[in-house]
């Protein structure tokens, strides 16, 4: 695979309770995939602290729900303020603190106050650490999913939409749609991608199309 020397991703696995967290360095630039569980964001930060990576100028959360975005503010205490990123109205929902739509409600786990900025879907270009991304929109599994896809390399990063083992994200959830996340796979399944950073699970890098499998 040709991957731009300046490229690189490293991967905090969460488990099955706890979001994957990926610190992706985009050359001079560096940046958070999601957020995870208090707990598995405390050990990526850790890591990151104790192995010298760059600092991350900035999260993307690939949607609301609770295990994904518990980790914000373990994140925030050791690298500052940097800004918290989603799409629309999953911003607003966590900004008002809705435990109901993200899951928090559901899994009895306390909703972190957070402040989290509205992601310019349509604008990439105004975030220098997202050079040569795509945010694209995969609603289904919720209704503010996206997914961060890297053109240049094929590096796609999927949320919780599809997983590396040809799973999809549940769509019984409040704002969960199985109409809307059959099109997003769909929609998935026209990109040329070549490696698969997931939510959940592991990452895969060789046979991707066959992980992102039409129902």
Not at 14 to 21: D, K, M, Q, R, T
Not at 200 to 213: A, F, K, M, N, R
Request: some cysteine; charged content about 20%.
């Amino acid at each position: 695979m040709s991957i731009p020397h300046s490229f690189h991703v490293t991967a905090f696995y969460g488990g099955f309770e706890s979001s994957n967290i990926f610190l992706v360095e985009n050359g001079p630039h560096a940046f958070l995939v999601d957020a995870g569980m208090a707990e598995t964001a405390a050990a990526a930060a850790e890591d990151m602290r104790k192995n010298d990576f760059p600092a991350p100028e900035a999260i993307i959360l690939t949607h609301r729900h609770i295990d994904h975005v518990a980790g914000v503010p373990v994140i925030k205490r050791i690298f500052g303020e940097i800004p918290i990123l989603a799409e629309r109205s999953g911003a607003r929902a966590l900004n008002y603190g809705d435990k109901i739509s993200t899951g928090a409600a559901l899994f009895g786990i306390p909703l972190p106050s957070m402040s989290v900025k509205e992601l310019q879907i349509e604008d990439s270009s105004l975030y220098p650490f997202l050079e040569g991304f795509e945010i694209l929109r995969t609603p289904g599994h919720s209704e503010d999913s996206i997914v961060l896809f890297h053109r240049k390399s094929g590096f796609l990063f999927s949320g919780d939409t599809v997983f590396a083992n040809g799973g999809v994200g549940r769509w019984d959830l409040p704002t969960g749609s199985l109409s809307e996340l059959v099109k997003s796979i769909e929609f998935l399944r026209t990109l040329d991608v070549k490696a698969l950073y997931p939510g959940h699970g592991p990452s895969v890098e060789s046979g991707v199309l066959c992980c992102i499998t039409p129902f």
